[in-house]
């Protein structure tokens, strides 16, 4: 990608001044303020009216190696409402595991969601044609009934599943029904076996482009994927699993894409193709492990505690990728174990708005918010 080394060094300085980690401030609280309880993986988006919608999910202690039997895990899929600009938000709606069960699959933990309006100023008001739907919502679950591949069947855990990506859609937000719920991607390939934490943003003939995680069957790490749907039709059209392989150094273990934001054409982006700003989730390792006591003391990011990078592309060179975080992470919360994950971003006329989880002191992780303004877009950019 012809971006020159001044390009690159402004989107790594939007991307800092966006997820600023002391000047976060905590939007959605977790359940408890303890280990093992977050709220996030979710989105923000903002109505015609001007009001926020944020999706995420509760998630409450428990081990992902051992199904139900260790805690409660993804427990609650909710939706809040902001009538202020992100200043306090109400819950409105709440989807439980039992909700989103449905034809015999029991939904044994809630993961990513995405929430998609199709009149958001983002998706440039393109709609699919013979779709009255104007509200989309992407939820990732767990699911029992799912036999693992032939001949690795016996790598499925006890209480464990399978993961998949479900849709539900309605005319509004509030009127969003589990009922309605229908499955979207799974994979029956022992290397891409689960999926799940979807996102997304439209490309520029409109189709949108619904990135997600992978995990092979053996669940030793977390890779990027995305499925091409049509505008027109909703269908699945293309699907790539390898676009953004993992990295050599911090993100060795994982690289979990989270968020695509298009960057405003400002100052030196003002004449180029559209440029995107790249948010992903990485880490060393899959568990937790001791360090050398003589080691650099520094988060490594793990599973359930990873950390951030960054990376860019373009409208017209994706899914060309090419990190900015190269030997480094870019986001480490300064407290609890430095975990900095789930970014998503919401660009409005009045600047850009990001939340994320971090990890508190008590090792808790909320979902923290900050706002940066488009006049400090501006000058970040000139």
Known sequence: MNLDTTVKEKLEKLGHALIDQKEARIVIPPMDNREGFWFGGGNMVEDKNGNFYLCGRYRN??????????????????????????????KVLSFSKKDLSYDGYEVISIEGSWLRLKDNPKESGISSSGDSSRVELYVST????????????????????????????????????????????????????????PFGFTDKEGNIIVGFCTHPFCWSSSNSAYALKNRETGKIEEINYTFFPRGFTWDVAMTRMTDVMKVPKLGVLKNLPTVYLIFYDGGESVRKYEEHPNAVKRPRGYSCEEIGGLAFSTERDFPEIERLSINLPAFTSPYGTGASRYVSTLVTEEGIYATWEQSQEDHSQPLVMHFLSMKEVEKILS
């Open 142 to 197: 767990e699911k029992s009934n799912i036999p693992y591949p032939k001949g690795l069947e016996s790598f499925k855990k006890p209480g464990t599943g399978v993961w998949t990506i479900d849709i539900i859609e309605s005319n509004a937000v509030e009127s969003l029904n589990p009922f309605t719920i229908k499955p979207l991607l799974k994979s029956e390939n022992s290397q891409y076996l689960h999926v799940k934490d």
């Open 61 to 90: 202690a428990g081990d992902s190696r051992y199904g139900l039997g260790k805690g409660e895990r993804g427990l609650e899929l909710a939706i809040f409402k902001s009538e202020d600009r992100g200043k306090t938000f109400k």
